[in-house]
């Protein structure tokens, strides 16, 4: 936990100009971008968290310094009482010997991290590319063959993708299905198999996906100015300079 | 490959015509796959299963359990007497000719033939099997029920054949009556007389016999209409519920994307109500212009089988929280193609007034099915709800019909593989 002398909420931030002359404070700056917590001035430097995106203002700061952390609107150490994709308690994060987890405790959006390399995705995994939550649909289809009556699906003829893509849409519901074009499938704005050119956070050729040898489909990112995100399952270690997306909190990892 | 034997161009498994010289092509006596199956698929894969996990119940359920269990309006097919070896839906040879379906050789067509003269030899020697319509005096065979020149009632008159097994025949003798004596006041006797013998042989055309007819037995003629565009046997509702599907007899015995017991057909005095018993691929009625749409019709473009669903109304979760997902620009609904019941290989969301379908223009195409149109039709959606409109497709846009639907006469239903035409009897 945190240490319990941490004060509940973070001062106001000072102003930034003096109210009598109209100018800047200058000193103040770095001040409010910082906030600690668990005791000041620790002697090992303690795994932090840093908004680049989101509701505690970008370049906060906030300090692991317990062994347990958790994040939620309602409940936690740190909580975003405005983000609605949080649940009560949505993640939670864990330092053990100077390494640090997190584990999705959410019950709905859960908690994606921005892949360095790609990474083999199963049936069901879902990913984030610019705004687009999609999932993967890697269940073979089912073998054309009688059912237990003895009669065949009269459906439409099959193309050759060996997984699709499955649009999972804000509110609910699946938007846009598409199948791979036999093993892969790139993703993007423009010019590729798939393409979102509406959404302003995807770049010109963002991800894709490809059959790989065992069966399992592989996401990579090309090069996106943004990243490609996965769902996390179950304890993922993090590491120094990832990037976390819990509800639409976005976090740097800093661990020295 | 048929090789054609006009032309000798190779054609694919399930061309009905030549591509080189459009001559009609034998079907591959090899099992040649129907035309809709995925082209994946190989080809003996269809007739092989089929064969053993329904080798007897077809024979035993229509010629034995038929009469027992429609003791009012006996079922068309066990109207003719044993002699006559192909129940009497309608003119067997037609069905007599299965290559035309493309469907794999039937084991059941194949079983009856043995045990009874072929259907197709009865066309040449047609001998004894004709009958001449009592109205226009046509031969005809003997289990025509309708002459097919003229359209009258075979057994109106003519006392041998099926003329007992219906409720109908026997309704019209009363009916006459009352009809000439409404009008005897003022009409004399010669005058009374001629009317009841003009109905009698002419009773389904006219308007006014009509009625007291049909409270008793509704009746509803299903045409086959072969691919070429040719009508073939005729399948007689005759009340019902009837049951339709692989276990009762042809001319569905032998097509495998029918269940056991596939739906219920049933006449009514508006149409054909279709029950549909849960059955893997239903039963389809064609488009004639638009229609609404419901979450999970399902509906056929092509070789495409489509599925429309409502989207759902952004909802929070129990705890609160909002689901995360893509934007959503204000999709409505949306289409997907489907490979199983559950199965979609692609899907589009729907927005603003809705998208088009085709082969070659629209929001949604499939270059690769060449029986869908260029443009073939809209998904539209506005204040008043969510539409199909064919766009004058070549081979029409089929919708599942719903539980209980009433298709009314002239429409045309796929059963199957096989298409009919809706009549009223």
């Known amino acids: 936990m945190v240490s319990t002398d941490q004060p509940p909420l973070p001062p106001p931030p000072p102003p930034r100009f003096d109210p009598a002359t109209g100018l800047p404070t200058g000193e103040q700056k770095a001040v409010p971008k910082t906030m600690f917590f668990g005791a000041l001035q620790q002697q090992s430097v303690a795994p932090r968290l840093v908004v680049i995106k989101g509701e505690g203002g970008d370049g906060v700061t906030y300090h692991l310094s317990g062994t347990t952390h958790l994040v939620g609107r309602t409940r936690g150490d740190i909580t975003f009482a405005e983000d609605v994709f949080l649940s009560h308690e949505h993640a939670k994060f864990s330092a053990q010997d100077g390494r640090l987890f997190v584990q999705d405790v959410s019950q709905t959006n859960g908690v994606f991290l921005r892949i360095k390399r790609p990474v083999p995705l199963d049936d069901g995994d879902s990913f984030l590319v610019g705004e687009q939550l999609l999932e993967l649909d890697s269940k073979p289809l089912p073998e054309y063959a009688p059912d237990s009556h003895g009669t065949y699906f009269y459906g439409s003829p099959r193309t050759d993708g060996a997984f699709r893509v499955i649009q999972q849409l804000a509110g609910g519901g699946s938007g846009l299905v598409r199948s791979a074009t036999a093993n892969s499938l790139a993703i993007g704005r423009e010019g590729n198999e798939l393409d979102f050119p509406d959404d302003r956070f995807i770049s010109g050729h963002h991800a894709r996906l490809d059959l790989s040898d065992d069966a399992k489909v592989l996401l990579t990112d090309t090069g996106s100015r943004n990243g490609t995100f996965v769902r996390i399952k179950g304890a993922q270690e993090l590491f120094h300079g990832d990037y976390l997306f819990v509800g639409q909190q976005l976090f740097r990892v800093e661990i020295s | ?425």
């Open chain 2, 1 to 425: 490959m048929i090789v054609c034997p006009n032309c000798g161009k190779e054609n694919q498994d399930h061309y009905k015509f030549c591509l080189g010289c459009g001559a009609k092509l034998p079907a591959a006596g090899q099992a040649a796959p129907p035309p809709q199956p995925p082209s994946v698929i190989p080809a003996p894969v269809v007739p092989a299963p089929a064969q053993p996990s329904y080798p007897a119940p077809a024979q035993p359920s229509y010629p034995a359990p038929a009469q027992p269990s429609y003791p009012a309006p006996p079922p068309q097919y066990s109207a003719p007497p044993p002699p006559q070896p192909p129940p009497g839906y309608g003119p067997p040879p037609s069905y007599g000719t299965p290559p035309s379906y493309g469907a794999p050789p039937s084991p059941d067509f194949g079983t009856q033939a043995t045990q009874a003269p072929p259907p197709r030899a009865q066309v040449p020697g047609a001998g004894p099997a004709m009958r001449k319509c009592p109205v226009c005096g046509t031969e005809n065979p003997m289990q025509f029920k309708f002459c097919g020149a003229c359209g009258g009632r075979m057994d109106e008159t003519t006392t041998v054949g099926p003329a007992p097994t219906g409720p109908a025949p026997q309704a019209p003798p009363p009916a006459p009556p009352p009809a000439p004596q409404a009008a005897a006041p003022q009409a004399p006797a010669p005058q009374a007389a001629a009317p009841p013998e003009a109905a009698a042989r002419t009773m389904f055309m006219d308007a006014s016999q009509r009625p007291a007819v049909k409270p008793m037995t509704s009746l509803i003629r299903l045409v086959l209409l072969r691919d070429d565009g040719t009508e073939g046997g005729v399948l007689v509702i005759e009340g019902g519920p009837e049951p339709i599907g692989r276990m009762h007899g042809p001319p569905f015995d032998s097509d495998a994307y029918l269940d056991p017991n596939h739906a219920e057909f049933t006449a009514t005095p508006e149409g054909l109500m279709i029950d549909d018993l849960g059955s893997l691929n239903g039963v389809y009625i064609k488009l004639d212009g638009r229609a609404d749409l419901q979450d999970r019709d399902m509906f056929r473009v092509g070789q495409e089988l489509m599925l429309y669903e409502d989207l759902p109304e952004p909802a929070p979760t129990d705890e609160g929280t909002e689901i995360m997902g893509s934007p959503n620009p204000g999709y409505w609904g949306r289409v997907s193609v489907m490979v199983s019941r559950d199965r979609a290989i692609a899907a589009f969301p729907l927005q603003n007034e809705g998208v088009t379908i085709g082969r070659e223009s629209g929001e949604i195409t499939f270059p690769d099915d060449g029986y869908v149109s260029g443009t073939h039709c809209r998904v539209v959606g506005d204040d008043t709800g969510v539409f199909i409109e064919d766009l004058g497709s070549s081979n029409g846009t089929y919708m599942r019909v719903r539980p209980h639907q009433v298709v009314p006469p002239g429409r045309l239903i796929l059963v199957g593989q096989q298409l009919f035409r809706v009549e009223p009897g």
